[in-house]
């Protein structure tokens, strides 16, 4: 008997089939905690980005500004004292503008705090004069002290280091809080990806078994389980970076120009980042479900 | 009981006690025992030489340690004491990266089949060359007509659960045999066919021995082993005596 005795030809066109078994309902419950995991890893970049270019903002605003208060002399009223200090002070090299803030401006500023209308009239409001520095050689605080003495003018200069600090300070913060929560995510995932290729070898003992009597090296089939949870990985990793995207799309959308929030200047570029998602969620389950096989597979007899 | 001491030299039609082996065995067993876990040996004292070319089969009653013998020699299983060689290397100092190349040299059919229920016919009986490194297109007509061969040939696509025990059988046969093996060992390989197929099939095995395969065969089927007249070595509690 030949094959050509064969009910069909079909033999001719035959393709090796995989030799794991397709998915089942395990793969799919590990699909959906990866998904999870990934759109959780996809917001925290999200945050990551924006908290970082919010804190950029409010550190660059702080350091090209300085405030100065005035305490006018005797026999000077305070709005004359503030022009002095500012015509003093605008001379000064690395000061773009100095500017004395009236009454009204000043009240303006108190507002968030004592409400509209409800400044008396007799209330002493501090005179203010406000300097904008020039950003790419800003001037020290030394040079506008001294300006202010030489002008005989007594102020006090809040060049607002001290708020710079706490700013960068809570930047640093929030980068290091995303980061620690990224790797979280991604050894979470490991773990997970290692407990399914656990379970995985467990069922699919017998497959195993006839690879390795058939003659399959352990880095083959450790190979096999290897590209599964990859490929599986790689699709959940699209659908969690996908679903990431579009909420924050969402928020985008709803924030407007400014982002979701001052807090969160969302930009949407910044949806970019999740692009590389399914590549690193594959690379993560590739790397823990082969050291898991392997590990396995070298502890059989 | 037999001789603890006594080798069973099985080489060509020559199974006789003491013969010194032409050439160097295929396999050879030195004093092994086996034992599963913490339980009394099922195998004891075994010494055994199978030249290359030859033909066994291998009786004994249930339990006697048949299938434990075949494990020990396609690898699945070590020895708990003794020496055991297999194409001239003592197994017990492999490294696990060195077994494969000597399991691809070794063609099992296992008492229970063992096929993939999620690969078809097809697909099982190509995984020993596919394993191999080849190429489909250099095995694809050799399963095909084996397949047919086996009278599979109108079930290349079928999924193993929804074959008979029969064709299973079958199927387990075509898989074991299809990359030519140098060793080819069988656990009850005719247990669910007629005696026709049993016969057909029995001239496979004859015939991958005339291409130079050393062939063991565990079987009960007594008529088969008179018909085939071939030596058999016979199992008795663990031990072997002369057939």
């Known amino acids: ?301 | 009981m037999s001789d603890p001491s006594m080798t069973f030299n099985a080489g060509g039609d020559d199974a006789g006690a003491d013969a010194a082996p032409a050439q160097e065995a295929v396999v050879r067993f030195e004093g092994v025992g086996m034992r599963y876990g913490r339980s009394p040996e099922v195998l004891r004292d075994i010494n055994l030489n199978l030249a290359p070319g030859s033909f066994h089969f291998l009786t004994g009653a249930s339990g006697a340690g048949k299938s434990s013998l075949l494990k020990l020699i396609y690898l699945a299983h070590r020895q708990s004491r003794g020496l055991i060689h297999l194409f001239g290397q003592d197994v017990s100092t492999l490294a696990r990266g060195q077994m494969p190349p000597l399991r691809r040299r070794i063609g099992v059919v296992f008492q229970e089949f063992r096929l993939l229920d999620h690969l078809s016919a097809f697909d099982n009986v190509a995984l020993p060359l596919r394993l191999s490194g080849e190429a489909p297109d250099q095995y694809r007509r050799d399963v095909a007509e084996l397949l047919a061969w086996v009278g599979l040939g109108h079930r290349l696509h079928a999924m193993p659960p929804t074959l008979s025990g029969g064709e299973k059988q079958r199927l387990a046969i075509a898989r074991a045999v299809v990359n030519r093996p140098d060793i080819l060992l069988a656990d009850e390989p005719t247990g669910n066919v007629d005696p026709e197929m049993s016969l057909r099939l029995l001239r496979l095995f004859v015939e991958m021995n005339r291409l130079g395969a050393t062939v063991l065969i565990a079987s009960h089927d007594q008529q088969l082993v008179r018909q085939s007249g071939m030596p058999v070595l016979h199992l008795t509690e663990g031990r072997l005596v002369c057939g």
């Open chain 1, 1 to 301: 008997m030949t094959a050509e005795a064969s009910d069909t030809q079909s033999w001719a066109a035959w393709r090796p089939a995989p030799l794991l078994p397709l998915a089942d309902g395990r793969d799919r419950a590990l699909a959906f905690v990866v998904a999870t995991l990934c759109f959780l890893a996809c917001i925290t970049v999200f945050c990551l980005l924006a908290s970082g270019r919010a804190a950029e903002g409010w550190g660059r605003e702080l350091s090209a500004s300085a405030t100065v208060q005035i305490r006018p002399k005797a026999g000077e009223t305070g709005s004359d004292a503030a022009a002095r200090a500012a015509e003093a002070l605008a001379g000064v090299k690395g000061v773009s503008e100095a500017q004395a803030l009236d009454r009204a401006a000043a009240e303006k500023l108190l507002e968030p705090w004592l409400g509209k209308g409800n400044i008396p009239d007799d209330l002493p409001i501090p005179h203010l004069v406000t300097v904008e520095l020039d950003p790419k050689a800003p001037a020290k605080l030394a040079d506008l002290n001294a300006a202010l003495t030489q002008a005989g003018i007594d102020g006090v200069v809040d060049d607002h280091s001290h708020w710079l600090k706490d700013v960068t300070r809570a930047g640093d913060i929030a980068r290091g809080l995303a980061l620690g929560a990224g790797l979280l995510v991604s050894a979470a995932a490991a773990a997970v990806v290692a407990f399914a290729t656990r379970a995985g070898l467990a069922a699919r003992r017998d497959v195993v078994e006839i690879l390795h009597l058939s003659g399959a090296r352990d880095s083959f089939i450790a190979g096999l389980f290897q590209t599964r949870f990859a490929l599986l990985a790689a699709r959940a990793g699209a659908y969690g970076a996908a679903t990431a995207m579009a909420a924050a799309a969402g928020l985008r959308l709803i924030g407007g120009d400014d982002g979701f929030t001052p807090v969160l200047p969302l930009r949407w570029t910044d949806l970019l980042a999740a692009l590389p998602c399914p590549l690193l969620a594959a690379a993560v389950a590739a790397v823990s479900a082969r050291r898991t096989a392997m590990a396995i597979l070298r502890a059989e007899p």
